[in-house]
């Protein structure tokens, strides 16, 4: 991982300038989407990368090759739900079981909210600024994936 971590911080300071306003920006969308899909490839997983702003708009999405067709359409709701809920979907995913607090919630919003893992809030400080969504494997592997996904996003914006 600190390798990755070297790469990603290391592809271009100058970009990283842009996220000083605390919106998610497209440089650093499409930067943390690169560091994310040498992850995945390492990993033989073959994914969908979406980031989305805090308002749970996309801001850019990315399709590996051979990537699920249905990928596509969870990875920016699972962007879209972490922003939504303010938590990770895996986080999301415990209490939305039946019996449990939030049971139900991904039959509200239009069916834009999602319940497996793979979706993770990107945050700058206690200010969430966009999300992260990953899908292609499994709800645990998407986490993972986030979650690596996530450190990068903290070492791209230290460098502003």
Known sequence: MVRFLIFCT??????????????????????????VER???????????????AYGNPVAVHVMDDAFLVSYDVATKKAYTSVAVKMS????????????????VDKLDGGKIVIFGGGIPLKDGDRIVGGLGISGGTGEED??????????????????
Request: charged fraction near 25%; aromatic fraction near 6%; include cysteine.
């Open 10 to 35: 290391e592809m271009n300071r100058a970009a990283h300038k842009d996220m000083g306003d605390g919106v998610m920006k497209l440089q650093i969308a499409k930067q943390l989407i690169e560091c």
């Open 39 to 53: 992850r995945a490839a390492e990993t033989g997983l073959r994914a969908v990368i979406a980031v989305c702003n």
């Open 89 to 104: 979907t895996m986080e999301l995913s415990k209490i939305a079981q039946p019996g449990q607090t939030f049971y139900g």
């Open 143 to 160: 986490h993972a994936l986030a979650v690596f996904g996530e450190k990068v996003f903290q070492e791209l914006i230290k460098m502003q």
